[in-house]
């Protein structure tokens, strides 16, 4: 979603002429994009805004801006603690930031180009749902991105169809739970459709899904629709009904595993990945035993998995975080080894298989391309493949990346 929100910005401040840098020496702006999800990433964010007080020793015209979740909740104190940062643009208000930066940066030299969304990349996010009312007792993002707000049907057709007139080949749509996505009489299943109608658009991917609103009308789409690429990202959180109810996630571990058989019956070539949370407050050795043996059992294509943070202001805050980190470090990486394990199994069945790629981008002769399913090809090519698709024999399978030769 960060990238989808920087990609925005990128666009709207191309068409007043701003442009990119590879060197932050040569910037007039540096705009850091921020999340609050986990304690860890606030850190990196502090330690980042920290360095920028040198660039601005170095170029004292620099102007630096911090924007998205973490501006949100510690705006006030980011701007007390870092005399460098020009400009704070909080998550809630980053539709009119390229005009706040422009105003603020730019006020001199800025000149309105007509055209919109130049930008030719065959990949591009989209979001189609902002905000969240799901209040998991972890989360702070319904917190710092506000209530959940379907974007309009007609301007997101809009939208993908001029991105498609630009060079997008493929499209992923995103939301922190697009399932729930609802504008009048069209829901997500329905937007699906509507954008994969849209001419020389080859793919659609969407994330997040949540396991309890997920229906079978898009497990049905999925299946039917040759645009919308076999992959989904469907957060478990925990294995324990114990724990996703104090977690607030509304399904159970049944359940959960009930929507994986229903998607490898209807989607057989259909790529599963999760997110899972260890050392919840409260998370017992078998409650954690429960997770793990579903990691076993579902055979995830990938995960992520994360030691709990209690964020402040959410309710599992409040609850005794008992789990020592110590504990929630060794339970994130037997989960993390498992996982590992599982997936180079998965790869490794891919050796001699032809799996139908999108070129993305190319960087001395090897293309970096997407199989269907979600993972790397890299492969030997041309600038002339770029956002085409064509047929790889996998000769070398990684965890996350697969090299082989086109056919
Ligand atoms: N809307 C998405 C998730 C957004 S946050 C969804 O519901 O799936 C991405 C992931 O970060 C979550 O799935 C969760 O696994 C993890 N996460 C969120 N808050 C966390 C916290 N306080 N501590 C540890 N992990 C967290
Ligand atoms: Fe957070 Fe839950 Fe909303 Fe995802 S669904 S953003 S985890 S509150």
């Given at each position: 979603?960060?990238m989808?929100d920087?990609?925005?910005?990128?666009?709207?401040?191309?068409?007043?002429?701003?442009?990119?840098v590879?060197n932050?020496l040569?910037?007039?702006?540096?705009?850091?994009?921020?999340c609050?999800?986990?304690?860890?990433?606030?850190?990196k964010?502090?330690?980042?805004i920290g360095?920028?007080?040198?660039?601005k020793?170095?170029?004292p015209d620099?102007k630096?801006v911090?924007?998205?979740?973490?501006a949100?909740?510690l705006?006030?104190r980011?701007?007390?603690?870092?005399?460098s940062?020009?400009?704070?643009i909080?998550a809630?208000?980053?539709?009119?930031?390229?005009l706040?930066?422009?105003?603020s940066?730019?006020?001199?030299n800025?000149?309105?180009?007509e055209?919109?969304?130049?930008?030719s990349e065959?990949?591009r996010y989209?979001?189609?749902i902002?905000g969240?009312n799901n209040?998991?007792s972890?989360?702070?993002?319904?917190?710092?991105r506000?209530n959940?707000k379907?974007?309009?049907?007609?301007?997101?057709i809009?939208e993908?169809s001029?991105?498609?007139k630009?060079?997008?080949r493929e499209?992923?749509?995103l939301g922190?739970n697009v399932?729930s996505?609802q504008y009048?009489?069209?829901n997500?299943s329905l937007?699906?459709?509507?954008?994969?109608?849209?001419?020389n658009?080859d793919r659609?991917r969407?994330?997040?899904n949540?396991?309890k609103?997920?229906?079978?009308n898009?497990?049905?789409v999925?299946?039917?629709?040759?645009?919308?690429c076999?992959?989904i990202h469907l957060?478990?959180q925990s294995?324990?009904?114990?724990?996703l109810?104090?977690?607030?996630r509304k399904?159970?571990y049944?359940?959960?595993l009930d929507?994986?058989?229903k998607?490898?019956t209807t989607v057989?070539?259909i790529?599963?990945?999760?997110?899972?949370i260890?050392g919840?407050?409260?998370?017992?050795?078998?409650d954690?035993?429960?997770?793990?043996n579903?990691?076993?059992?579902?055979?995830?294509?990938g995960?992520?998995?994360f030691?709990?943070?209690?964020?402040?202001?959410t309710v599992?805050?409040?609850?005794?975080?008992?789990v020592?980190l110590?504990?929630?470090?060794?339970r994130?990486s037997?989960?993390?080894?498992e996982?590992?394990?599982?997936?180079?199994e998965?790869?490794?069945k891919m050796?001699?298989?032809?799996?139908k790629?999108?070129?993305?981008?190319?960087?001395n002769g090897?293309?970096?391309?997407?199989a269907?399913?979600?993972?790397?090809?890299?492969?030997k090519?041309?600038?002339?493949h770029i956002g085409?698709?064509?047929n790889v024999?996998?000769?070398t399978?990684?965890?996350?990346s697969?090299?082989?030769?086109i056919?």
């Amino acid at each position: 979603m960060n990238m989808c929100d920087s990609d925005m910005l990128d666009s709207v401040l191309s068409t007043y002429g701003a442009s990119k840098v590879d060197n932050l020496l040569d910037a007039d702006v540096v705009v850091l994009n921020t999340c609050s999800v986990r304690a860890q990433s606030e850190q990196k964010a502090f330690s980042y805004i920290g360095r920028t007080e040198e660039f601005k020793r170095q170029n004292p015209d620099l102007k630096i801006v911090v924007m998205g979740c973490m501006a949100e909740r510690l705006g006030c104190r980011i701007k007390k603690r870092f005399n460098s940062v020009d400009l704070i643009i909080s998550a809630k208000n980053i539709d009119n930031a390229a005009l706040k930066i422009i105003n603020s940066c730019f006020i001199n030299n800025a000149v309105k180009n007509e055209r919109f969304d130049l930008k030719s990349e065959i990949v591009r996010y989209v979001t189609i749902i902002r905000g969240c009312n799901n209040y998991c007792s972890y989360c702070i993002v319904p917190f710092v991105r506000g209530n959940e707000k379907s974007l309009d049907y007609q301007s997101l057709i809009n939208e993908c169809s001029l991105m498609v007139k630009n060079g997008a080949r493929e499209i992923m749509l995103l939301g922190q739970n697009v399932n729930s996505y609802q504008y009048g009489d069209v829901n997500f299943s329905l937007l699906l459709k509507k954008i994969a109608s849209i001419k020389n658009l080859d793919r659609i991917r969407f994330m997040t899904n949540h396991p309890k609103d997920l229906d079978d009308n898009l497990i049905n789409v999925m299946a039917a629709e040759p645009k919308v690429c076999p992959h989904i990202h469907l957060p478990m959180q925990s294995a324990s009904n114990k724990i996703l109810k104090t977690m607030n996630r509304k399904y159970t571990y049944e359940h959960y595993l009930d929507l994986i058989g229903k998607l490898r019956t209807t989607v057989p070539e259909i790529s599963i990945t999760t997110d899972i949370i260890v050392g919840f407050p409260e998370e017992t050795e078998k409650d954690f035993e429960d997770t793990l043996n579903a990691v076993r059992t579902i055979r995830f294509d990938g995960l992520y998995v994360f030691k709990y943070s209690p964020r402040h202001g959410t309710v599992a805050s409040k609850m005794a975080d008992i789990v020592t980190l110590e504990e929630k470090k060794r339970r994130h990486s037997i989960v993390l080894k498992e996982s590992n394990k599982i997936s180079v199994e998965i790869v490794s069945k891919m050796i001699g298989s032809v799996q139908k790629v999108l070129a993305e981008k190319i960087n001395n002769g090897v293309i970096e391309s997407r199989a269907r399913g979600g993972r790397k090809v890299f492969v030997k090519g041309s600038k002339d493949h770029i956002g085409k698709i064509f047929n790889v024999s996998i000769k070398t399978a990684k965890i996350n990346s697969l090299l082989g030769d086109i056919v």
